[in-house]
C-alpha cells in the first residue's frame, strides 16, 4: 500500500509561482511512476505531468510546457511540482498520482491517489 498526500496549494495571483509537494508513504520502493492531475467543475480529471523513476523521463501537458517542472529527489519519498507563470486556467484542484507493482505471485498492479491540493490563481 502506498499513501499519497499532497500539499502547497493555494491562492496566487496571474504571473505567480506555486510549489506542490506530494509526501509517499509506505511501499514507495514498488512505485515507478508518479504524476500530477488536476480537475476543475465540470471537466475530467487531466494529466499534468509524470515522472518515471528518480531522475526519470518527464512527461507534460502541453498547456503547461516550459512554466512547470516535476521532480521528484533521489533520497525523497517526495515529488515536487514548480508551478510559474501561472494563468486563471490553472485554477484547479490538484492531485498526486503513483502507480506500483507488486511481485507477488503473479504480479499486482495498483493505482494510488491524494485526497487533492486546491490551487486557485486570481486574474
Known amino acids: 500500500q502506498v499513501q499519497l498526500v499532497e500539499s502547497g496549494g493555494g491562492l496566487v495571483q496571474t504571473g505567480g509561482s506555486l510549489r506542490l509537494s506530494c509526501a509517499a508513504s509506505g511501499s514507495t520502493s514498488d512505485i515507478y511512476n508518479m504524476g500530477w492531475y488536476r480537475q476543475t467543475p465540470g471537466k475530467e480529471r487531466e494529466l499534468v505531468a509524470d515522472?518515471?523513476?528518480?531522475?526519470?523521463?518527464?512527461n507534460y501537458a502541453d498547456s503547461v510546457k516550459g512554466r512547470f517542472t516535476i521532480s521528484r529527489p533521489e533520497d525523497e519519498n517526495m515529488m515536487y511540482l514548480q508551478m510559474n507563470s501561472l494563468k486563471p486556467e490553472d485554477t484547479a484542484v490538484y492531485y498526486c498520482h503513483a502507480e506500483a507493482f507488486y511481485a507477488r505471485g503473479l504480479g499486482h498492479q495498483e493505482e494510488y491517489w491524494g485526497h487533492g491540493t486546491q490551487v486557485t490563481v486570481s486574474p
Open positions: 515522472i518515471f523513476g528518480t531522475r526519470g523521463v518527464t
